[in-house]
């Protein structure tokens, strides 16, 4: 049965609370999800508990934006210790650099005439971790832009005027918080960076599997990708990157999945047993 193992609730930028997000998974007629907020795991304890009652099975995961030779990569990691000191550390840290971000961000709008109120991100935010999303939406309602895009492409996109770099680890940072913790580092989406020569390089370091089925990869790219996972002796993983059913490019759970399999795989490199991972 298909996984979809990339998944954003309301914890981080997704527009659905973790709850809905396992329900939704359950009528798709998924046997697994994983829930891989950016840099926090408070999405993680309502789901497992959603996907206990329905008998749908939710990995715990997070995704985590790293910088390599000046590109971005995204380090999915699953199966984790939710609970280890070193990566609770780091998650809080993350969180406390993502407000100042937004912050900054913000003044520079207000410089620019544009009457963004923090507070009003801030609610949007709710308790999950604020970033560039609500942001945008805050100047919809505003009526600054018209649309979630045109922010990003306007003013809050990559060196657009009001842009705010963000921290990023190093992918070998990455990888040794998840290994520390217990976890399984994953390479997401590869297709869109196109950084396969530092593949070999994350593979030294530890990197245990590929994002090989995604919705924007062709089917050329799942071949490649697949491939590679021969080569190195990776895990070929998938999955759907769901923001919410309103959002223009990741707004269809399920659209891209992994067979059940993968899982077991998963859950050997963590050093599991193989029975569902929400009970």
């Not at 998650?91 to 963004?116: D, H, N, Q, S, Y």
């Not at 801030?122 to 649309?147: M, S, W």
């Not at 919705?215 to 490649?224: K, N």
């Amino acid at each position: 049965m298909p996984c979809d193992l990339h998944v954003h609730t309301s914890a981080s930028d997704g527009t659905d609370v973790p709850q809905k997000v396992v329900e939704d998974a359950y009528r798709a007629g998924l046997s697994a999800l994983a829930i891989t907020d950016h840099d926090t795991v408070d999405g993680i304890p309502p789901a497992l508990e959603a996907g206990r009652k329905l008998s749908i099975c939710v990995i715990p995961g997070v995704e985590f934006s790293t910088e390599e030779d000046g590109h971005e990569l995204h380090i999915l990691g699953y199966l984790f210790q939710l609970d280890h000191p070193g990566l609770l550390e780091q998650l809080a840290f993350f969180r406390r650099t993502r407000l100042e971000r937004v912050v900054k961000m913000v003044e520079r709008l207000r410089r620019l005439g544009i009457p963004v109120e923090l507070e009003r991100v801030l609610e949007l935010a709710g308790e999950g971790a604020v970033g560039r999303p609500h942001v945008a939406r805050v100047l919809v309602q505003i009526g600054a832009v018209a649309t979630v895009g045109e922010a990003f492409e306007k003013y809050i996109g990559k060196d657009r005027v009001a842009y705010v770099p963000r921290y990023k680890l190093a992918p070998r940072e990455a990888i040794n918080l998840l290994h520390r913790a217990g976890g399984v580092a994953v390479l997401a989406h590869p297709g869109l960076t196109r950084c396969d020569y530092l593949i070999p390089r994350l593979v030294e370091h530890g990197l245990q599997g590929l994002e090989v089925y995604y919705p924007a990869h062709s089917q050329e790219m799942v071949w490649h990708y697949e491939k590679l996972c021969r080569r190195y002796h990776l895990v070929a993983t998938g999955g759907s990157d769901y923001h919410g059913s309103e959002h223009r490019e990741h707004g269809c759970l399920g659209a891209s999945t992994a067979p059940d399999e993968v899982i077991r795989a998963l859950k050997e490199l963590a050093g599991q047993q193989p029975g569902p991972a929400n009970i």
